[in-house]
């Protein structure tokens, strides 16, 4: 077993590191670019940003690397669904209340820039394209080959592996229950949650079922997260929330310092901030929609309700009523330091672990 696998070769990339696309601002420019320079594949985020603010981050991500890095799409539905959006909407004022919001009854539109997103990706040559939520449309695999680009997709199910391979994926992401942020379930079965399967469960199983590369994804933290993927056969790590807490993050600082503060315990799958199940720190928000007994509405629309919220939140520094996803093995996280010493420690302790005798 040696840390130069597949992965990196099909990556062009020094180690199988992988630094997950978190949508919605921790990926900034700097955070991609370091990864990457420290021999990782940086992502950008890049689902909830309109199609000209990723075309200057890509830029300006080519002006700070050399090196390849992603960009992550969301591929899924955008169509706003209006069913529960009454109910949800009570609570929502409650909370818009106590923070001092003013109430809407504006119907809410969520904006779907997914085909200039894409045409975006395509103009500027990205080198990876990562999806979460579903498998690139076959138009666009198409399109995404010929430019000779490399697609990744987040699975959370062997089923939803076999599929991706099928339709010409090029690296699965395995995503374990552990993982922090929204589930990348794509294939939607009884439970409402997403599929409950830990990381470790999940791996081997995929593994099996698929000839792709598989990387392994949730609750990787460290060197020992990484030595233990590759021992049941992942070629790589995907993470995320280990990044959350460095320098480079784009993320609030008094979420930093709930992850800091936060513990194995301290995450909850939730709908309530999005309408898709996600996994981050209990709070006043989820309480507050467990307490009322009210079920959100359905993704994108929930997301587009809670944005003046989750906005407002942050402007008041406010941990109580923002979203804080996490995995769950935050007691290893790192706090501010940089993200190239989380690669450079991550490949130094497995060097040493494999080199074990």
């Given at each position: 077993?040696?840390?130069?696998?597949?992965?990196?070769?099909?990556?062009?990339?020094?180690?199988?590191?992988?630094?997950?696309?978190?949508?919605?601002?921790?990926?900034?420019?700097?955070?991609?670019a370091?990864?990457?320079?420290?021999?990782?594949?940086?992502?950008?985020?890049?689902?909830?940003?309109?199609?000209e603010e990723?075309?200057?981050?890509i830029?300006?991500?080519?002006?700070?690397?050399?090196?390849?890095?992603?960009?992550?799409l969301?591929c899924?539905?955008?169509?706003?669904?209006?069913?529960?959006?009454?109910?949800?909407?009570?609570?929502?004022?409650d909370?818009?209340?106590?923070?001092?919001?003013?109430?809407?009854?504006?119907?809410?539109?969520?904006?779907?820039f997914?085909?200039?997103?894409?045409?975006v990706?395509?103009d500027?040559?990205?080198?990876?394209?990562?999806?979460?939520?579903?498998?690139?449309?076959?138009?666009?695999?198409?399109?995404?080959?010929?430019?000779?680009i490399?697609?990744?997709?987040m699975?959370?199910?062997?089923q939803?592996?076999?599929?991706a391979?099928?339709?010409?994926?090029d690296?699965i992401?395995?995503?374990?229950?552990?993982?922090?942020?929204?589930?990348g379930?794509?294939?939607?079965?009884?439970?409402?949650?997403?599929?409950a399967?830990?990381?470790?469960?999940?791996?081997?199983?995929?593994?099996?079922?698929?000839?792709?590369?598989?990387?392994?994804?949730?609750g990787i933290?460290?060197?020992?997260?990484?030595?233990a993927?590759?021992?049941?056969?992942?070629q790589?790590?995907?993470?995320?929330?280990?990044?959350?807490?460095t320098?480079?993050?784009?993320?609030?600082p008094?979420?930093?310092?709930?992850?800091i503060?936060?513990?194995?315990?301290?995450?909850?799958m939730?709908?309530?901030?999005?309408?898709?199940?996600?996994r981050?720190?209990?709070?006043?928000?989820?309480q507050?929609?467990?307490?009322?007994?009210?079920?959100?509405?359905?993704?994108p629309?929930?997301?587009?309700?809670?944005n003046d919220?989750?906005?407002?939140?942050?402007?008041?520094?406010?941990?109580?009523?923002?979203?804080l996803?996490?995995?769950?093995a935050?007691?290893?996280l790192?706090?501010?330091?940089?993200?190239?010493?989380?690669?450079?420690?991550?490949?130094?302790?497995?060097?040493?672990l494999l080199?074990?005798?």
């Amino acid at each position: 077993m040696h840390l130069n696998t597949k992965l990196c070769d099909l990556l062009d990339i020094a180690y199988p590191i992988i630094q997950a696309g978190m949508a919605g601002g921790p990926t900034t420019v700097d955070l991609v670019a370091s990864v990457s320079n420290a021999g990782g594949l940086g992502t950008l985020g890049a689902a909830y940003m309109k199609p000209e603010e990723i075309r200057k981050a890509i830029r300006e991500i080519k002006d700070r690397t050399t090196k390849p890095f992603a960009v992550n799409l969301f591929c899924t539905n955008l169509k706003d669904h209006y069913e529960g959006v009454e109910e949800s909407q009570k609570v929502l004022n409650d909370i818009r209340g106590k923070l001092g919001i003013e109430f809407t009854e504006q119907q809410v539109v969520t904006n779907n820039f997914f085909e200039e997103q894409f045409e975006v990706l395509i103009d500027e040559n990205v080198p990876v394209i990562s999806t979460a939520f579903g498998i690139l449309p076959k138009d666009k695999m198409i399109v995404a080959k010929q430019h000779n680009i490399i697609i990744t997709t987040m699975v959370t199910t062997v089923q939803e592996a076999l599929i991706a391979e099928e339709n010409g994926v090029d690296i699965i992401i395995a995503q374990g229950s552990d993982a922090g942020g929204h589930r990348g379930t794509f294939v939607i079965g009884k439970n409402t949650h997403g599929v409950a399967i830990g990381t470790f469960s999940l791996v081997p199983q995929i593994v099996d079922a698929v000839t792709v590369p598989v990387v392994a994804a949730g609750g990787i933290m460290d060197s020992r997260g990484l030595v233990a993927s590759l021992a049941l056969g992942a070629q790589g790590v995907q993470m995320g929330t280990a990044f959350l807490t460095t320098l480079e993050s784009g993320a609030h600082p008094v979420y930093k310092q709930s992850l800091i503060n936060s513990t194995e315990e301290s995450t909850v799958m939730t709908k309530v901030f999005s309408g898709r199940p996600a996994r981050g720190i209990n709070n006043a928000f989820i309480q507050t929609y467990h307490d009322a007994n009210v079920s959100p509405a359905d993704f994108p629309t929930q997301n587009t309700l809670t944005n003046d919220i989750r906005r407002e939140a942050a402007l008041q520094n406010n941990p109580e009523y923002m979203s804080l996803w996490a995995g769950q093995a935050t007691r290893l996280l790192q706090n501010e330091v940089s993200a190239s010493k989380i690669i450079h420690d991550i490949v130094t302790g497995a060097t040493r672990l494999l080199s074990f005798k």
